[in-house]
């Protein structure tokens, strides 16, 4: 279908200068990675981990205001945006790997935690983000795309990886103009890099670049993408 002639043109802002960039959990692998690229386009980066020396050292290398706190620890996180001096921009969430394990040594205690690290820390986020991200900033989780396929001991991280992309559709709706966006990187898995379609396995470096696509691309939300070099087309 043609887009009507009244349609506002699509934005595609290249360049992060005079934007914030926020990553929680931006002290190592994606979200460091996130942070440089952010940075290097001329964004101010506001990190957060939980271990102070770590972030330390991050922030040092870009400059970044940090503060070192477990963002699952909710009141701690409301007193974290109740004391940012600024809205920002763009905010990125990523935090720990997915819990799995096979029924014999499944553990709820351990399940519980995954579910405040990977669901409930992003609908706590988006509920801060209505005052503190400004109406053209985006939301982005971070996700993988284990538990996609039938297997032995990922029935819970099935649950949570389909729950995690329901979560960034309806949060579309309710925090807009705000857009919230899911990135669902591949795992390693069995597959060799050489036998996915893209030829390669897809690092850090390779998801800090759509997430910083994601933040500039002004028309896309509410949607996940996968990025996994094909694994998902050949593991069925
Ligand atoms: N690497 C990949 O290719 C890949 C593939 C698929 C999915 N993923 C998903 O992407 C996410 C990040 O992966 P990654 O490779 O970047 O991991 P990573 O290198 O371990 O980085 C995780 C970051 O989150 C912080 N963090 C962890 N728990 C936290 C908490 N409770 N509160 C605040 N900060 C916390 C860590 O610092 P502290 O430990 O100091 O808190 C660190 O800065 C994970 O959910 C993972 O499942 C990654």
Redesign the pocket.
Known sequence: MAASSNSPPVQCRRDLSGQTVL???????????TARLARARGADII??????D??YR?GLELGASIA??????FGRLRRFFDALPAPIDHLLI?????YHAPLAEFDPVAARRDV???LL?ALQVAGHAASKVRPAGTLLF?????GRRAAVGVAFTAAVTAALSAVTRDLALEVAPIRVNL??????GTLPAGTRPAGR????AG?AALAVHLMTSTAVTGATFDIDGGQRLVEG
């Open positions: 990553v929680i959990g931006g002290s190592s692998g994606i979200g460091l990675e990190l957060t981990a939980r271990n102070p770590r972030v991050a070192a706190f477990d963002a699952t620890d990523t935090g720990p790997g997915p405040d690290a990977h820390l971070l996700g993988g795309a284990c990135i669902a990187a591949g795992c390693a396995v897809v690092g850090p998801i």
